[in-house]
């Protein structure tokens, strides 16, 4: 039998065209969607690098020490006996407690237990090792902790602001990365500036999840602060952000603010230079 080739052709030639066309609709409906997946990236991307953020703070013996209640922590929960200059350990109880939620204390009026940091000196960025004034500090640079003169760089140190109930709360859904004091944190009015020199017990990164008005303290106590413990080697490959707008006391008195308001502005982060 004769193959009748151009009958064949002609047959298959349609089915053929069919194909292509819809190979060629398949791919023009797909080329669509490579933005919308270049998004969907830089979106995961961005709610990732958010994650990472944390908001550089100071933490003293008011808030975390062994003995202090609510916790009651042991001289090695919180690295007391190792307690040194410089000293930038993970604090052990801490550390060993990832994800555990508790309750932290935050001092009185005028002796306040969390204080922010909203600028960076200049002195900070050129003690090395880093060109980053803020990395410097919680490497504990020269002069920030380390060096023939391991604490000149840590006096007077502007715009070191204490915070209380307003402040605490504009924390709450924030993470942040601690430096903590084995001391306390002295603070001077007009104009504002802390004395950040003194033994630390290391590092702490806390997820901020709730404030809450104190009512089994003094009359000036401070808020009790609900934390998620959180890993301080994230928050340390994070963005690090100083409060810029954590609220300023006028004085060591005033306001005497120790109820977390209703409602608070939004907290403005700005880079640590």
């Keep these: 039998m004769r193959f009748n080739f151009g009958k064949y052709y002609k047959s298959f030639l349609p089915a053929g065209i069919v194909m292509l066309l819809f190979t060629a609709c398949q791919k023009e409906n797909a080329m669509p969607q490579q933005p919308q997946q270049q998004e969907e990236i830089a979106e995961d991307a961005t709610t990732e690098r958010t994650a990472t953020q944390s908001v550089l703070l100071v933490i003293d013996e008011e808030s975390i020490d062994n003995g202090n209640p609510p916790n009651n922590f042991s001289e090695t929960d919180v690295n007391d006996k190792l307690a040194r200059v410089g000293l930038r350990q993970k604090l052990r109880y801490f550390s060993n407690n990832v994800g555990k939620t508790i309750d932290l204390f935050t001092g009185e009026v005028g002796d306040e237990g969390w204080f922010a940091l909203k600028s960076i000196p200049n002195s900070w960025k050129n003690a090395g090792p880093t ?102 080697e994230d928050s340390m490959a994070g963005t690090l952000r100083l409060f810029a707008n954590a609220p300023v006391p006028k004085s060591s008195s005033e306001p005497f603010d120790i109820t977390p308001p209703q409602t608070v502005s939004a907290i403005q982060l700005v880079p640590a230079p």
């Design 131 to 232: 060109t980053n004034g803020s990395r410097n500090y919680l490497a504990a640079g020269k002069g920030l902790g380390t060096g023939e003169s391991p604490e000149v760089l840590l006096d007077k140190i502007p715009n070191v602001t204490p915070l209380r109930a307003r402040g605490l709360k504009m924390l709450i859904g924030k993470t942040i990365l601690a430096v903590v004091y084995d001391g306390d944190v002295s603070i001077n009015y007009s104009p504002l500036n802390g004395n950040l020199q003194g033994a630390n017990l290391g590092l702490v990164a806390l997820e901020v999840v709730n404030v809450r008005k104190r009512n089994d303290g003094s009359s000036g106590s401070l808020p009790r602060v609900t934390v998620r413990i959180k890993k301080v």
